[in-house]
């Protein structure tokens, strides 16, 4: 029975604004070796959005080789890492032939080809094209072919994997090179494995669509389309391991289970309350996958709340003392200055407070017509202010708004 173990987005470097996450990132990817360990996992998918930015701060960076090389465990487990839309593809890709030696393969580009050969470890990589990789482990009689999809966007698509009409649906494009792919390589004789970095939805779903989390760069929607579609990828396939999406969900269990494994933080406040997980998953050839998620505890969650007294916030941060928390604060006019100084002082990590005035609840938002949009800028102000505070803004703002108004035309 081959072990895996499937991650994603880890995001190494990423702040919740002012917040660095760099001790919570090191914490759970400790913990996550240590899941890999207690496990006995032969191989380890990493789907892409390895770092948050294209030009990654040197701590994120090494605290990703320090893991990786915990997580081979010297070169005897395998890590299949792709790229992902946070990624720069060049700086994922660049220590590829070092990190190789330590069974890492970082893939990043349609047009690389792993080179093939036997590894000190004795992991021998059997065949290689663009797109595609085959493997087998000392400990199992059967090869793994995993067909690799790390993000491209349409420009990228277009160079590595041929000349389109500007029309042309990429999706398609995609679907014939992993079904050529699958038909080439992936009999029955070995474990089938597909990884990539893309929005995946059912087609012809009419439930509601899955969503990106605010922390997520949406994806370039390949060739004009909103998503790819799981009816695209090969039936050769047993397990499709994507990453983008932050939290744990199964898209389809057609034509086998496609699922993104979640983030091992929550990194916006769209992800609150959200558990994340790594995904374990046993495989054997011609039988079907069996997975499950498997729980990450490390980290601060984050909290959105609402309160409208000082006590009740008060005692709720109290209780609360370690995670991050998005106060919403129900007043009559604003938050008042020494009521805004008692609730930071009594909590590090209120990353917003955030006034919602009583009378709006009551009142809803501005009405606004079609007429009104050829208002002048100042009518505009004027509603949107007696909306909001139920009166007509003062001179003293009226002139204000003008002030700001001139400066922004002027520039």
């Known amino acids: 029975m081959l072990k895996i173990l499937h991650t994603a987005d880890w995001h190494l470097g990423k702040r919740l604004q002012e917040f660095s996450r760099l001790e919570e990132q090191k914490e759970v990817l400790d913990e996550i070796c240590s899941i890999a360990d207690q496990e006995e996992i032969d191989l380890v998918l990493l789907a892409g959005d390895i770092f948050d930015t294209f030009n990654p701060v040197h701590e994120a960076v090494e605290l990703l080789y320090k893991t990786l090389r915990r997580l081979s465990k010297n070169g005897t487990r395998p890590i299949i890492a792709i790229s992902g839309n946070h990624d720069s593809t060049q700086f994922v890709e660049a220590p590829d032939p070092l990190a190789r030696e330590l069974g890492i393969i970082f893939y990043s580009r349609y047009d690389s080809i ?21 493997f087998k482990l000392p400990q199992h ?20 994997l041929g000349e389109e009409d500007k029309e042309a649906v990429f999706r398609d494009l995609l679907a014939k090179k992993w079904q050529h792919l699958a038909d080439t390589y992936c009999d029955d004789q070995g474990v089938n494995l597909f990884l990539g970095h893309f929005y995946f939805i059912q087609e012809g779903d009419a439930s509601a669509p899955l969503t990106e989390p605010e922390s997520e760069r949406p994806i370039l929607h ?43 933080l929550a990194y916006s406040f769209s992800e609150a309350d959200q558990e994340k997980n790594v995904v374990l998953i046993h495989a054997r050839p011609q039988e079907p996958i069996k997975f499950q998620p498997f ?25 609360h003392p370690y995670c991050f928390v998005e106060i919403t604060y129900l007043t009559e006019e604003s938050i008042d200055a020494s009521t805004r100084r008692a609730i930071f002082k009594a909590h590090d990590g209120i990353v917003n407070l955030i006034p919602q005035l009583k009378h709006t609840l009551e009142q809803g938002p501005m009405d606004l017509r079609v007429d ?18 139920g009166q007509e803004p003062n001179a003293y703002l009226l002139d204000l708004f003008k002030e700001v108004l001139s400066k922004s035309t002027a520039s």
Request: glycine share 6%; with cysteine; net charge positive.
């Open 295 to 319: 729980a990450l505890k490390r980290g601060r969650p984050l909290y959105r709340v609402r309160f409208s007294s000082l006590e009740e916030t008060l005692a709720w941060l109290e209780q």
């Open 372 to 389: 009104d949009l050829k208002k002048d800028m100042e009518s505009l102000f004027r509603m949107y202010y007696k909306s909001e505070k």
């Open 141 to 160: 009689h059967f090869p793994i072919r995993i067909i690799l999809a790390p993000y491209a966007n349409e420009v990228l698509l277009r160079t590595n």
């Open 222 to 264: 390949i060739g004009g389309s909103q998503a790819l579609f799981t009816q695209h990828l090969p039936q050769q396939v047993q397990y499709v391991a994507l990453g983008h999406l932050h939290r744990y969900q199964t898209v389809s269990s057609s034509p086998c289970p496609v699922v993104y494994s979640s983030s091992p």
């Open 114 to 134: 792993v080179p093939c050969g036997i590894l000190d470890s004795g992991i021998t990589l059997l065949r290689s094209e663009s797109g595609f990789l085959e």
